[in-house]
């Protein structure tokens, strides 16, 4: 397994249209038996995990089986949004779960946030580098006694 997977910034287009860098990365997402690889925009100012509609669709879930009512802030305010845990796998790191608030926002990227990306994950941004690294977090509950 690796020590960190590094990234490069992956350009955009702004909503004026310019170009723009931004942190995104492959993720491979697991719900059930169903598995779909997607790109997940990682943003440390975000307070949670979002999973658009129609991946959570793609993926089999189904949006009434899923009970926990999760409220939004932000440009997200007025949507509904679901809590639902997926399986995710980033690059030769061991499956983690990830708890999403899974939207009916449409045009909402795949958002990697606070709740729980980053408590999963360790991340350095190197932005005059044009890239990112990646670290699964340490596990310090196996280790020596």
């Not at 910034?9 to 310019?18: E, H, K």
């Not at 949507?79 to 779960?97: N, S």
């Amino acid at each position: 397994m690796s020590d960190a997977l590094r990234f490069a910034y992956r350009p955009v287009q702004d909503s004026l249209g310019r170009q723009a860098l931004r942190p995104l990365m492959p993720i491979l997402l697991n719900y059930g038996v169903n598995s779909r690889e997607a790109i997940g925009l990682l943003d440390t100012g975000a307070d949670v995990n979002v999973l658009p509609y129609q991946m959570g669709l793609s993926l089999g879930a189904v949006w009434e089986e899923q009970a926990t009512a999760v409220e939004l802030s932000g440009n997200l305010a007025n949507h509904e949004a679901r809590g639902i845990i997926l399986t995710a796998v980033v690059g030769d790191f061991a499956p983690v779960d990830l708890a999403f608030a899974w939207t009916m926002a449409p045009n909402t990227p795949l958002i990697l946030g606070q709740t729980n990306f980053f408590t999963e994950f360790d991340v350095c941004f190197f932005r005059t580098q044009r890239a990112f690294e990646v670290r699964q977090k340490l596990d310090f509950s196996t280790g020596p006694a």
